[in-house]
């Protein structure tokens, strides 16, 4: 398998003095969806703050195209190409939906076609329809596809989504899960944190099974849709 876009290897991190990950090892590839699965409080959330420098990782040892991420703020993790969609969207809700927008710009690598608003207006119909709207009008499904277009105007390598079906309606679930192939197919690779185990089989390649910070299997999505002793285990279905 080619070089890995992100390498996280024995990655521990804590909230205080209480530890919550314990030595993860994984790696993400281009044009890759990596889904970690568990159950509410496993660590998933975690995870994702750990490798963009927002949790305090006692023992953090990532790097991403190559470049150790160890002490590295937030925004030059970003720079470095790697996206983060949080679970509470973050989207500035007295900006219209291409003022939103336009605030994630920035600019794409040599030789690859950029996100604009147009292609992404064509990835989420749904916000094209919107274009004017405020983020405050806007519902909780629709203001996570704001988000992660937002997210992709950056142009990144890779882009970490923390649990994108949460709390929104089927049809826009469906709407995220054509919009991460998509992405794929553009070879963004993608780091996924969800409960919704029907979402992220749909579209991931790999998975990891996080429970209690700590991965107890790594392998193939149909590795784990085969193993139902596992799943029953640590995922409750």
């Known amino acids: 398998m080619t070089t890995p876009l992100l390498e996280v290897w024995n ?6 003095r209480a530890q919550v990950l314990f030595d993860l090892t994984f790696r993400l590839h281009q044009g890759e969806v990596l889904a970690l699965v568990g159950r509410n409080g496993a660590g998933k959330t975690t995870t994702l703050k750990a490798i963009m420098g927002l949790v305090s990782a006692s023992a953090k040892q990532a790097t991403f195209k190559g470049k150790s991420l160890a002490g590295l703020p937030t925004y030059k993790i970003a720079r470095l190409g790697l996206g983060y969609v949080p679970e509470d969207r973050r989207i500035f809700t007295d900006l219209t939906v291409e003022e939103n927008l336009e605030t994630g710009r920035r600019p794409a690598p040599a030789g690859r076609s950029p996100w604009t608003p147009e292609r992404l207006f064509r990835l989420f119909p749904n916000l094209a329809e919107m274009r004017g709207r405020r983020g405050n009008q806007m519902s909780g499904g629709e203001q996570q ?23 929104i309606a089927p049809v826009i679930v469906q709407m995220m899960a054509e919009a991460i192939r998509a992405m794929k197919a553009e070879g963004v690779a993608v780091l996924l944190s969800e409960q919704n185990w029907a979402f992220a089989a749909g579209i991931s390649d790999r998975a990891c099974v996080i429970e209690r910070g700590e991965i107890r299997f790594q392998g193939s999505m149909d590795e784990l849709m085969a193993d139902e002793a596992l799943r029953a285990e640590t995922l409750g279905v």
Do not use: H, V
């Open 11 to 16: 990655l521990c991190a804590s909230y205080g």
């Open 145 to 167: 596809m704001l988000t992660i277009a937002r997210t992709l105007m950056g142009n990144p390598d890779a882009i970490l989504l923390d649990e994108p079906s949460e709390g």
